[in-house]
């Protein structure tokens, strides 16, 4: 970077000796000494900061800290931060010490300084092409949205003059009979509507209106004595009312209808001159333009106060809804919330949907495994992500501000459980299927240590940390009576007969060593899903027979337990206030538990099959792979109002409501192409963040805002 900018510094230089502009040539030399980045060389730079420190002048020195601070650190990701910090630090210390004489000290901090210069200014043109294309990017943009509302503008001139155009045509005098039928005042010269709207809006006029009605809107447009025949101003009106514009009468009769057909005629050539002129004079007058949008309006609450019929009121609400912004209107408040309440969710097209509770900002994808996915897990910071999939290959990945991946690793023996340590963030626990649990450092990339629960008892299906960070509890169950369902069949007849053995122990996170074992009654069965509550005192596991055992972690016994599922319980979680516990069993049901009363049941909803599992992924030549669930299979927002789920495609969230008897969808998520296995939402930063993973080794992070009511 440094040769790059001496080597233009020259090319200038000869350039203005060539052009004799020496004076120029001056000046280039003075704002060069003066130069703060020194034309990128380290050496230069860091001699101006041992300048500062030897002339004792804190001031400068601050100053010319902070200036690179500005021009240069501040371009840097939010991982260097702390390197930068740290050489301001040890800058100023630097300072102190030099009033001393330490030597070592300072040699130690200039080799430091140099080094780090010298990285940074390697990578410089790299940083400003992606600060350059980020700029480029929001120009983009910018001009895009221009274009769009410059064409928008274009269309709406265009569609005013199709309809002035339209007034203007030449009437056929002896071919045909023409009725002008003039659009309302509010109508004619309204630029935010299309054809769509405008018709729609005759059609309303003339419906609401009786025929009576109808020919006092003619005879105010056409002077008392000029008035047409009753019938042809009748047909007329009644052709407008269907067509919504002028329409042609029929033709003349010939011979023994020729005079009738002339006076017509002529009463027609009579009523020209006095729509011409109501046309010319609206168009030049601002104060004529005001006077229509207050008819304008007058109309529109005309329209609101009439409830004809079921049709006309949608269309009044359409036209609500394509209200010109420049105009403030005063509709009605309490006729507005009625027209909302009414067709807010009946509306099939037009209509006004309900407000979603949620947006959605981005979806992205991360695709480094290649296999199904059995656990996807964000640690409690909110800046990491731990995925495993069926092969044992472990990715770290981070999504903020970009997806990268951390750390990788890949297991000798399978793998079936994943958990972030609470207090110490960076580690991982995870659970094999050959009675070994480790625990792995993220940052540092490799096992810390490798403990042995039971050989007899080898599948550690499920692992947990309380939220002190002091202990975890591991369910190891044994490796016989696997279930075998069949994916296809609704009810197959091996519910609840999976009476795996197992047990739950508590294990010191420091130590690594084993507090106890769990009583399990009736007796010992496999644990397949445990959590915590906020602050560790209760513990919630569901088992393979079907039970939920609530635990109190103080007394580490077990407080009470009944029977949830008919059939494996697959996901258990404590809901927002932890008075209640939501679960999901093998027989597909999300039902919630008060936990105050054993066994109580405060609502129970029916879930989807892609929601519970078995999950089937199928393929060519009838292959068919199947997972049972391993994962969480569901998660719940920042307020435990919402629950993200499993589908076939992607994830879709519910509202929770204990009023409802079925589960209110709010949001589908998408984008996925095979089964979704495992959720999670990660509720740590100000904009939600839902996980969902799935069978062909695909990962969805998609940004939600929640929109406050």
């Not at 050496?43 to 601070?69: F, G, H, P």
């Not at 056409?222 to 009468?249: D, H, M």
């Not at 369902?485 to 053995?501: I, M, R, Y």
Request: proline residues 3%.
């Amino acid at each position: 970077m440094a040769a790059a900018v001496e080597r233009t510094d020259e090319l200038v230089r000869e350039y203005l000796l060539f052009r004799g502009f020496t004076g120029t040539l001056k000046q280039l030399d003075v704002e060069i000494k003066a130069d703060k980045e020194k034309g990128f060389r380290v050496d230069k730079i860091v001699e101006q900061l041992q300048q500062y420190v030897q002339s004792y002048d804190m001031t400068a020195l601050r100053d010319y800290w902070s200036y690179l601070e500005r021009r240069l650190f501040s371009r840097l990701e939010d991982v260097y931060r702390p390197t930068v910090n740290k050489l301001k630090i040890s800058l100023y210390r630097y300072y102190l010490v030099h009033t001393v004489q330490s030597r070592q000290w300072a040699d130690t901090f200039i080799v430091s300084l140099h080094n780090f210069l010298s990285v940074l200014f390697q990578c410089m043109h790299i940083l400003f092409t992606v600060i350059l294309n980020f700029d480029e990017e929001c120009q983009r943009s910018n001009f895009l949205q221009e274009e769009n509302e410059a064409l928008r503008q274009k269309l709406f001139a265009l569609q005013a003059e199709y309809y002035r155009m339209k007034k203007d045509e030449p009437q056929q005098e002896e071919e045909e009979l023409i009725v002008h039928h003039k659009l309302p005042s509010y109508v004619t010269n309204m630029d935010r509507l299309g054809d769509s709207e405008l018709d729609m809006t005759c059609s309303q006029r003339s419906t609401a209106h009786s025929l009576q009605a109808r020919g006092g809107f003619l005879s105010s447009l056409l002077p008392q004595g000029k008035k047409g025949p009753s019938r042809v101003t009748q047909t007329a009106g009644t052709s407008s009312v269907q067509a919504g514009a002028p329409l042609v009468g029929k033709k003349e009769q010939p011979n023994h209808q020729s005079s009738k057909g002339k006076e017509v005629t002529s009463s027609c050539k009579e009523a020209k001159s006095p729509f011409g002129g109501l046309t010319a004079t609206e168009s030049s007058s601002l104060q004529q333009r005001q006077r229509r949008l207050q008819d304008h309006g007058k109309e529109r609450k005309e329209l609101l106060s009439k409830t004809t019929s079921q049709a006309q009121t949608t269309e009044r609400k359409l036209e609500v809804l394509s209200t010109e912004t420049e105009t403030p209107l005063e509709p009605h408040t309490e006729q507005m919330e009625t027209l909302t309440k009414t067709f807010g969710s009946s509306l099939d097209t037009g209509g006004i949907r309900q407000e979603q509770p949620f947006i959605v900002l981005s979806q992205e994808e991360y695709g480094e495994h290649h296999s199904s996915i059995m656990h996807c897990r964000v640690d409690c910071s909110g800046r990491r992500v731990a995925s495993l999939d069926v092969d044992g290959v472990i990715k770290v990945w981070s999504f903020n501000p970009i997806m990268q991946t951390k750390a990788s690793s890949i297991s000798k023996s399978p793998l079936l459980s994943l958990e972030w340590a609470t207090k110490r963030d960076r580690l991982l626990l995870l659970g094999s299927g050959v009675g070994t649990v480790r625990l792995y450092d993220t940052e540092a990339k490799k096992n810390l240590c490798e403990i042995s629960i039971d050989e007899d008892m080898p599948r550690i299906l499920s692992l947990a940390c309380s939220p002190s960070g002091a202990s975890f509890v591991c369910s190891a169950a044994a490796s016989g009576l696997v279930s075998h369902l069949d994916p296809v069949a609704p009810d197959s007849g091996g519910k609840g007969t999976n009476q795996v053995p197992g047990k739950l122990l508590l294990w010191d996170t420091k130590t690594m060593k084993q507090q106890l074992q769990f009583s399990l009654e009736p007796e010992p069965i496999a644990i397949n899903c445990t959590a915590f509550n906020h602050n560790g005192n209760l513990l919630v596991t569901g088992a393979a027979d079907g039970i939920i055992r609530l635990f109190d972690m103080q007394q580490h016994e077990c407080a009470m337990s009944w029977q949830a599922h008919d059939g494996e319980v697959y996901s258990v979680e404590f809901s927002y206030d932890e008075n209640a516990v939501y679960s999901i069993g093998e027989d597909g049901k999300f039902i919630q538990w008060n936990i105050h009363k054993s066994g109580s049941k405060v609502s129970e909803y029916g879930l989807p099959r892609d929601a519970t599992g078995p999950f089937v992924l199928s393929g060519y030549s009838g292959y068919k792979q199947v997972q049972v669930p391993h994962g969480r299979l569901f998660a719940f927002d920042s307020e435990g109002n919402y629950m993200l789920t499993c589908s076939s495609s992607g994830g879709v969230i519910y509202k929770l409501s204990s009023n409802e008897k079925v589960l209110e969808s709010c949001l589908s998520l998408g984008g996925h192409r095979a089964p979704v296995v495992t959720v999670d939402w990660c509720t740590a930063m100000d904009c939600g963040t839902c996980l969902t993973a799935s069978m062909d080794g695909k990962i969805k992070l998609t940004t939600l805002l929640a929109q406050k009511s």
